[in-house]
């Protein structure tokens, strides 16, 4: 859908079924136009007849991150085209099959599939597709060890941004989409506190308020004093943008730590939260931590690391 200026009026066009269809957005203003426009979109992803393709990017613009932006650019071509009722159990298998054989995980393949079923459930047209989905994987299991954790830092030194990144990283617990994108009026060094979550009051993606410890906070104060932009993660002067990705340095900081391949960012995520049980943390305080919308998700995954786990069942069994 662009905009198109008719008879000193702004149209919305867009093509369908081989046919041109044009809209008045009601405005000569163009910036008025622009703002009508992102409405109509909304409108016809909830309440109209679009394609996947099109709630999908409604969805997005109004509450996806970056990392559903990511999983849709591979799927996109797979379900864009299609009306919601199109979505068949057989077309998600096809998808499924063709990723497989281009060596994708089952784990990144569900996330792929995943951005079409939560647009249409914002957009309440979910009953109208039938999705399938591969089995989903086994959880992971990798955590690193203080000395693993020694060494990836080390292997990180030499390169700042890449440094402070596994130190936010392990600290915060949180994901890696929340530090690219964390700027420095989140980061309350007084107070020492991180808002992860953000000042925009439209932001909806549940995340923690952290507090700063005292090895990220000598951290932060030595970032600080040589910031040249906004945002915290800095890989060069007067960056405009944030990072779209830290995996390039990451990986080359494992190298060095002579890590396994399996060590990701989110690694540092599970790493603090096996951490935080192991020392007897809460379940409830963890998952506040981590942003868990609900306490069975932290306990499924981390209760087994806590000292007293199941140990009153073992003491019942005394003889």
Known sequence: MRIVLYRRKYYAVEQRNGAIHRRSLRTSDLEAAKRNLEDLKRHDAVQGDGLVGQIVDTYLLERGDQGMRWAWKRSGPHFAHLRPDQITEAICRQYTERRQREKRSNGTIIKEIGVPRTALKWAKKLHLAQFEFPPTPPPRERHLSRDEFRRLLEGAS??????????????????????????????????????????????????????INDSLHAALLKAREGATSSWVIEASEDQEQPLKTIRTGFE????????????????????????????????????????????????????????????????????
Not at 162 to 175: D, K, M, P, S, Y
Not at 258 to 276: C, E, I, Q, S
Request: proline content about 4%; cysteine-free; glycine content about 6%.
């Open 158 to 211: 030499v390169t700042p941004h890449v440094e402070l990144f596994v130190r936010l990283a392990l600290a915060t617990g949180a994901r890696a989409g929340a530090l690219l994108s964390l700027t420095w009026l989140r980061v309350d060094l007084d107070r020492r506190i991180i808002r992860l979550a953000g000042l925009e009051p439209e932001s909806r993606k549940r995340r923690a308020t952290v507090p």
């Open 252 to 319: 080359g900081a494992v190298r060095r730590a002579k890590l396994g391949d399996d060590v990701t960012p989110n690694v540092l995520r599970h790493t603090a939260a096996v951490w935080m049980a192991e020392a007897g943390v809460s379940m409830d305080e963890i998952a506040q931590y981590l942003g868990h919308t609900e306490t069975a998700t932290t306990e499924r995954h981390y209760a087994r690391f806590s000292p007293t786990f199941l140990r009153r069942a073992a003491s019942a069994l005394e003889v």
